[in-house]
């Protein structure tokens, strides 16, 4: 709703500046044709052409804002921000006609057939007054347009602002005409003209500038030093190995980015998906974007053995943990369990089991020898229900957390033992206890004591299967 607001606030910014445009191309083109009319100036002849052009440009403007910030649709799924890249583009053929019009007439009153001008001081006034109109229109439009990044109302802007130069050319040309009527000096006449050329001069060098601009829109090209900011920016960002490719492409006030980058193989689906929106981010920071950033797994450079393996298991969907390696003459032998569906015959598991042996041994290379030993088990996925109450594993628990309870006096790391729970399900005894460890200890030394304790309680405990132990330290209880 708020979004949907500022976007009726903006559209309706835009329209009131382009109408405020065709209002006063309207009134100078009034005012021109009269002075036209009194003076048979090609100076003011060009102007009022001119101003002639700016009506057409600025209707053409004032559609294009209509239609450029309609939402996308089916048959537009980039948007219409275009229509103003296009009515720049336009305006920009318009301008080129009235210059080389305006040249055209100047070459022939200087060379070929002189015209006579009855300028007059009321004519520059005129003038004067029109010279302030395009002042007034020209910051209005370039205020809106800088504010709200509208290629057609920066465009008409720049059109316009051709004719604050040109007038001013116009007023002197007209003025040195009347000079020398008043001062008797012929040579003076050909002022008109070769204002009337500065004017086409301007309106040529200011309608190159803009078509430049407006035809790398339309052709997609990327605002200069974009491209280079945005692959920098997104190359410093943490998870980000390289940045493979950049593409930038601008349609009104919008800018559509792909990015295509490598990130660690390793990286499951829920971290690479919070780099790619921390990427939208960022690139919006620079620049306001649609975004769409697409991911490569590759290989660190500085990738150890451990993540090397993760990650071979991890494409081939095999879910691995407690991994272990050691290097003796030359091999490296490395451990580790291999989880698999409970449903599994053990011939299946043994052949999954033994091609991610022969992926894991590809690691290896002239420097060492992998050897691995994979320990297969079930993948939990089925919820038992206990076959015995709790209430008849009371003494059992009552037991093991005695037993636990009398552990500090062996293991230094051990304080206490609490939360025993025991349930019997699929006909198995299973243990489940946390126990406050010192918090100053390393979780490797933690881990090898935990797999002590469990040894002790179903060495103590026959009956039980399996101990799981959660450690946890003193502030935490």
């Known amino acids: 709703m708020v979004l949907s607001r500022r976007l009726h606030t903006v559209i309706q910014e835009k329209k009131r500046a382009a109408l405020l445009s065709i209002g006063s191309a309207i009134l100078l083109l009034c005012l021109k044709t009269f002075l036209v009319w009194r003076t048979g100036s090609l100076g003011v002849l060009s102007e009022a052409l001119h101003s002639g052009l700016d009506l057409v440009a600025a209707v053409i403007t004032f559609l294009s804002v209509r239609v450029s910030d309609r939402p ?71 205020k809106v347009a800088q504010k709200h990044i509208s290629e057609a109302l920066e465009a008409d802007a720049l059109h316009f602002s051709t004719d604050v130069w040109s007038t001013t050319v116009v007023i002197l040309g007209v003025a040195l005409v009347w000079a020398g009527n008043v001062w008797n000096l012929p040579w003076l006449a050909y002022a008109d003209a070769l204002a009337a050329l500065s004017v086409a001069g301007v309106i040529l060098w200011l309608s190159s500038q803009l078509g430049r601009r407006t035809l790398d829109a339309l052709l997609d090209a990327a605002p200069e030093g974009l491209q280079n900011e945005i692959t920098d920016a997104i190359g410093h960002m943490e998870g980000v190995l390289r940045v493979e490719r950049v593409r930038v492409r601008r349609a009104g006030n919008r800018h559509f980015v792909d990015a295509t980058v490598s990130v660690p193989r390793s990286a499951n689906l829920e971290q690479v998906h919070a780099l790619t929106d921390a990427i939208e981010q960022r690139v919006g920071q620079i620049v306001p974007a649609d975004v769409v950033v697409h991911t490569e797994p590759r290989a660190p450079d500085n990738e150890d053995l451990f993540e090397s393996i993760r990650a071979v298991a991890q494409r081939m969907g095999h879910p691995i943990h407690d991994i272990t390696a050691f290097q003796q003459d030359g091999n490296v032998f490395v451990e580790l369990h291999l989880e698999v569906d409970e449903n599994l015959s053990l011939g299946e598991a043994h052949r999954r089991a033994t091609e991610l042996e022969d992926a894991i041994r590809a690691l290896g290379n002239s420097n060492f020898k992998l050897d691995v030993n994979i320990h297969i088990e079930p993948l939990g996925r089925h919820i038992s229900t206990p076959e015995i109450g709790a209430g008849e594993m009371r003494q059992l628990e009552m ?36 126990c406050i460890m010192k918090s100053d200890y390393s979780i490797t030394r933690i881990h090898d004591v935990l797999a002590a304790l469990e040894d002790h309680v179903k060495e103590r405990f026959p009956q039980i299967s399996r101990v799981t132990i959660h450690p946890e330290p003193p502030e935490a209880s």
């Open 399 to 434: 037991a093991v957390e005695a037993f636990l309870n009398h552990m500090p006096r062996n293991y230094d790391e051990l304080l206490n033992c609490h939360d025993v729970r025991v349930r019997q399900v699929d006909h198995h005894i299973l243990v489940s206890c946390h």
């Open 72 to 142: 996308a649709d089916e048959r537009h799924p980039y948007g219409h921000g275009k229509f103003e890249n296009f009515s720049a583009f336009i305006e920009t053929g318009l301008l080129v006609l009235t210059a080389l019009y305006i040249i055209y007439e100047a070459f022939s009153r200087l060379f070929f057939h002189a015209v006579h001008i009855e300028p007059s001081l009321t004519a520059i006034l005129i003038l004067f007054f029109a010279l302030a109109i395009d002042l007034t229109r020209v910051r209005a439009l370039t």
